[in-house]
């Protein structure tokens, strides 16, 4: 745990381990976050917490050193609906990120083209209470049926108590859904256990409900590796839609400041989940490149 003496939070590893496994050429980590740097670009007024800067030069850094070639940077709750450091650091991967923005329901179709043009290709809706005050889900539709023309997806965040509650509002959203960290199962009941068990109706539901198998460390408690109980949970995911599956990291690990993850275990989870090779490319190379460079989709699936 680290707070500095103006309540600012550090919430990743010192030194993260560079991982046994070689993630594949080509892979994406599908599920990271910038921090500013404040000086440059402020916080929200409505953060629910006050983070240190961590900015595109370490998660690029950070990228290197584990043996991914691309980012998916997904705007933190923290910087509100002003994606300035998000696209910041898009701007600053030669091509090597792109991003999911946070809008104000009352954007203009101009400033959607031009996070387009910045490199966004998704929104994300937050459900978590203790990081948003308000999910306004009629807005939330609006916006979904506004970014159809633009080819992006929405991602969703929720706990697995409301799911069912959600799911008339995730039946009418028009394109491709992307849930984070599988809507928070309780990775404790086991892959049948209830949580995974709506999950996959979810995703049975329809054939772009996408889902990223991420996060056993917000996921499993008591906090660290090995992670088996996450492991035993999602390996069948990701063995049951190996098309609909993505891989993230999630440095710098929002609100985690209590059990900050090393990048380089959560790395080593990976082929535990995605036991063969085939299953490897599609979770990182394939299934990201789909959703985020989708232009390219000629290489060989
Ligand atoms: O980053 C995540 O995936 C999870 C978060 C933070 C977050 O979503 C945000 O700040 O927008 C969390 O559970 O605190």
């Known amino acids: 745990m680290s707070t500095d003496a103006a309540g600012r939070i550090t919430s990743w590893h010192p030194n993260p ?3 046994r496994f070689v993630p594949p050429p080509g ?14 670009f402020p916080f929200s007024a409505q953060a629910k917490y006050l983070p240190a800067d961590a900015g595109p030069d370490m998660l690029f850094a950070l990228r ?26 898009i701007a600053r991967s030669a091509g090597a990120a ?10 203009t179709d101009g400033e959607l083209e031009a996070l387009h043009d910045g490199g966004i290709r998704g929104v994300r809706f ?47 959203i028009p394109t491709p859904i992307v849930v984070d960290h599988m809507g928070r199962p309780d990775v404790a009941q086991g892959p049948g256990g209830a949580d995974m068990t709506a999950f996959r109706a979810l995703l049975d539901s329809r054939d772009d409900v996408w889902t990223k198998v991420t996060c056993p460390d917000r996921l499993e408690e008591p906090a660290g590796p090995p992670w088996d109980r ?6 069948p995911l990701v063995e049951d839609y190996p098309d609909r ?17 090393d990048d380089g275990a959560l790395v080593d989870i990976i082929p535990r989940i995605a036991v063969t090779p085939e299953l490897q490319r599609k979770l990182l190379v394939t299934n990201p490149a789909t959703l985020y460079w989708p232009e390219e989709r000629s290489f060989s699936l």
């Open 27 to 40: 892979a994406v980590d599908a599920h990271c976050h910038v921090f500013g740097p404040m000086a440059d």
């Open 230 to 235: 996450f492991v035993t949970a999602v390996r």
């Open 17 to 19: 381990a560079v991982p």
């Open 245 to 261: 599956v993505l891989w993230g990291t999630d440095w710098p690990h929002p609100n985690m400041q209590d059990a900050v993850p």
């Open 126 to 172: 937050n459900f978590l209470k203790r990081l948003v005050d308000n999910a306004p889900k009629d807005r939330f539709l609006d916006i979904a049926r506004r970014i159809q023309s633009l080819g992006w997806h929405v991602v969703i965040y929720f706990e697995a108590d409301i799911l069912e509650e959600l799911r008339p509002f995730l039946d009418a």
């Open 64 to 89: 290197d050193r584990l043996g991914f070639a691309r980012n998916v940077i997904v705007q933190a709750s923290c910087h509100g609906t002003d994606n300035a450091a998000t696209l910041n650091a």
């Open 98 to 107: 792109r991003g999911v923005a946070v809008v104000d329901p009352a954007i």
